[in-house]
């Protein structure tokens, strides 16, 4: 379940949700940009803001406004400064704005598109705007993830590109493979594995996968996805099949092409590609060794490192106007 399921699955019940957005944030602030929570009036809450005092002492003025019956839409400007000693006065510093938008009944329908678009791998525009919430169903995100446009506390835009949730592709099912699924599942990616060895163990095992298939990898670039939330791991049994396969996913529009080995590996691999006419502009995109550096040995720690690097590039690739 996302937050628009359980938005369309409360409001189906008659029950008064605020959604509540963080639209700009700024410094160290806790929430940011694209972070959602849902308030209802039965005391349900889903997602959140950031955590901490900060989204606590919302959600206490949200229950007062249901109480009140005030279903009005507003901005809240939350800043958190640090004293003249330099010491927070919170636990972070920064600002963060979110848009704390009433919805009722008659929103139903829009939450529920925007349930169905993303539940049918669909993409769409999200706006937010002061007593208004819409979806136009588009494939372009028309140049950004997020577009924040405020005039002043009662005059606001907010856009969101909407999109199927993240993806990733571990290629080789083996002992690094698993260990990743392990992480990526609990971080709400969609896991897809292929492999290409019939009667694996460790393939049929692997229970934390969302979609397994044994393909031959001479065909890999069918079952791969292009897209900006669609991630990809190669790890097969063999240099040869890791060659095969990074050859025929290196031009296709990724966020993110990881590579397990070691650096002499990568000179070789990037020196082959080069010599059958791949760009340096291709290329770049690759990570490997793939995962940060944190001196990982086993297949966990290998894990953890790929998983951290994929994170990064997730969550630093928002084009923001």
């Known amino acids: 379940m996302n937050i628009w399921n359980f938005l369309a699955e409360k409001l189906g019940k008659g029950k008064g949700c605020f959604l509540l957005t963080v639209i700009k944030s700024s410094g160290s602030s806790p929430g940011r940009q694209g972070f959602k ?25 949200i229950k007062t406004l249901f109480k009140s019956k005030k279903y009005e839409p507003r901005l809240i400007r939350k800043y958190h400064n640090k004293n003249e000693t330099g010491i927070s006065l919170n636990e972070y510093s920064g600002e963060q704005i979110i848009i704390v938008q009433p919805l009722l009944g008659d929103t139903l329908s829009v939450i ?19 007593g208004s919430i819409s979806l136009e169903k588009t494939s ?6 997020y577009q924040t446009d405020i005039v002043n506390d009662v005059t606001w835009k907010y856009n969101e590109f909407i999109s199927p949730g993240d993806t990733i592709y571990i290629i080789g099912a083996g002992h690094v493979g698993t260990a990743l699924s392990k992480i990526m599942v609990n ?17 049929e095992d692997n229970n934390h996968v969302h979609t397994r298939k044994i393909i031959d990898f001479n065909n890999i670039e069918e079952y ?26 290196i031009k296709k529009e990724l966020s993110y092409i990881g590579l397990l080995g070691s650096q002499k590996k990568r000179d070789k691999f990037l020196k082959h590609l080069r ?41 630093c690739k928002g084009i923001t106007k």
Do not use: W
């Open 37 to 61: 929570m849902a308030v209802c009036d039965d005391g349900a809450l889903y997602g959140s803001i950031g955590g901490g005092i900060m989204e606590y002492e919302i959600v206490e003025e």
């Open 112 to 130: 529920n598109d925007i349930s169905n678009c993303i539940d049918k791998n669909q993409t769409g525009i999200l706006e937010i705007m002061c």
């Open 140 to 145: 372009s995100n028309k140049g950004y993830r």
């Open 187 to 203: 971080l709400d990616f969609n896991i897809v594995l292929l492999d290409n060895r019939e009667n694996h163990v460790m393939f």
């Open 224 to 249: 791969v996805t292009e897209g900006c939330n669609n991630y990809v791991t190669i790890m097969t049994n063999s240099h040869d099949n890791d060659l095969l396969v990074l050859s025929k996913l």
């Open 275 to 315: 010599n059958t006419g791949v760009s340096d502009n291709h290329l770049k995109k690759l990570h490997t060794p793939a995962g940060i550096n944190i001196a990982s040995i086993t297949p966990a720690e290998i894990a953890v490192s790929i998983a951290a690097e994929i994170i990064n590039v997730k969550n």
